[in-house]
């Protein structure tokens, strides 16, 4: 505060005139607000706050707008800013739980919510509030190890301000939020954290590549068990649908036979059907003879060989023998038939024919 003197129309005057106060801290300098002189009307600023004393004693606080004073009497001590203010706390050193040393600086934002608590409560309200801040920072990181400082960084602000609201109410100032800046780590720390980071990330490569190999091999092993099974299903389809066709085939074959013995019952039934059959016979007869010693080198031959018609003429009569319906053939008759026909050709006898 400066005291000058004004001369006028030969009476001297003291004036007194107000200049910034400078508030000096270790870290930062902060410009007050310049404090107005008593001119009876005042006009009060919006978010501001005038402490009044009448003869040095508190006496009231100045709303935004039209306000008057009693010169001589009243003085306007405080000036309060009811904006959100945003103080810089410095970068200081703290010692976390695992004894790591820390290097670590914040932003804390505060408000002032009564005046008068503030203007007679603490003689700096600001730099007070900036002491607890750090003061509550070191306690609160030598709760945490240095892995938690990291993770738990917004668990960390919360903390502390409900720390410096409990102190800070006798004040009339209300901390809205502390935000953590910058948090650096010694050299060597550092150096470790950075190794620990790489071999963590080595270790995930490495599980990823197992869990990729064991995978791929699970997915191998899949597609062979499919595989067989599929192999397997199409074998069966294939044996099943085999089985089917050859039964089919023979129920062709069975058709087959059984519609030509129908057409040659019905065939001998006719004019000439013995002539027929005679000569299927003989045809027979014939292919016989052309298949034999082809599989064994040893053969049982009539001695009539040559004789045809002699072969011939005694099929027919076993057949004419058997196609009786009205006659009981017995073994003895056939036998008796066979003998006749044999007479017939001539005795037989047994050739051995060897290669």
Same mark, same amino acid.
């Given at each position: ?17 107000t200049v910034p106060r400078l ?175 790489? %071999? /963590?990330?080595? &270790?995930?490569?490495?599980? =990823?590549? @197992? $869990? +990729?190999?064991? !995978?791929?091999? *699970? #997915?191998? %092993? /899949?597609?062979? &068990?499919?595989?067989?099974? =599929?192999? @397997? $299903? +199409?074998?069966? !389809?294939?044996? *099943? #649908?085999? %089985? ?8 062709a074959k069975a058709e087959a ?99």
């Open positions: 505060m400066l005291r000058t003197l004004c001369r006028t129309g030969g009476l001297i005057f003291q004036t007194q005139r508030c000096v801290n270790p870290v930062q300098q902060r410009w007050a607000s310049s404090l107005p002189m008593n001119t009876v009307v005042l006009f009060v600023p919006q978010q501001e706050a005038w402490v009044v004393e009448r003869m040095g004693r508190f006496h009231r606080i100045l709303e935004p707008g039209l306000n008057f004073l009693i010169p001589i009497l009243d003085r306007i001590r405080y000036v309060q800013s009811l904006k959100e203010i945003v103080i810089d706390v410095p970068e200081q050193s703290a010692v976390s739980l695992d004894n790591v040393t820390l290097q670590i600086d914040g932003v804390l934002y505060l408000r002032i919510l009564d005046p008068f608590k503030a203007s007679y409560g603490v003689e700096d309200p600001e730099y007070a509030v900036t002491q607890l801040a750090q003061t509550t920072m070191r306690s609160e990181l030598g709760k945490l190890t240095l892995d938690k400082v990291f993770r738990e960084r917004e668990s960390l602000n919360s903390n502390i301000v409900h720390s410096i609201n409990q102190a800070s109410d006798e004040w009339g100032i209300r901390c809205l939020r502390y935000e953590i800046k910058d948090i650096h780590v010694p050299p060597r720390v550092k150096e470790s954290m950075q190794m620990q980071v790489e %071999a /963590e990330r080595k &270790k995930r490569a490495t599980v =990823l590549e @197992s $869990e +990729g190999t064991r !995978e791929a091999a *699970i #997915n191998v %092993a /899949e597609g062979r &068990k499919q595989a067989q099974i =599929l192999a @397997s $299903e +199409g074998e069966k !389809e294939e044996q *099943i #649908n085999k %089985a089917a066709g050859e039964a089919q085939a023979v129920l036979k059984a519609k030509a013995i129908r057409m040659l019952s019905e065939a001998l039934t006719e004019q000439n059907g013995n002539a027929a059959a005679s000569l299927s016979v003989a045809e027979q007869y014939v292919s016989a003879f052309s298949n034999l010693a082809k599989e064994s080198n040893t053969i049982l031959l009539p001695s009539n060989t040559g004789d045809i018609s002699g072969m011939v003429s005694q099929a027919m009569t076993i057949y004419s023998t058997l196609a009786k319906p009205s006659m009981r053939v017995t073994p003895e008759v056939v036998e008796e038939n066979r003998e006749e026909a044999t007479n017939q050709s001539g005795s037989p006898q047994e050739q051995r024919i060897n290669e």
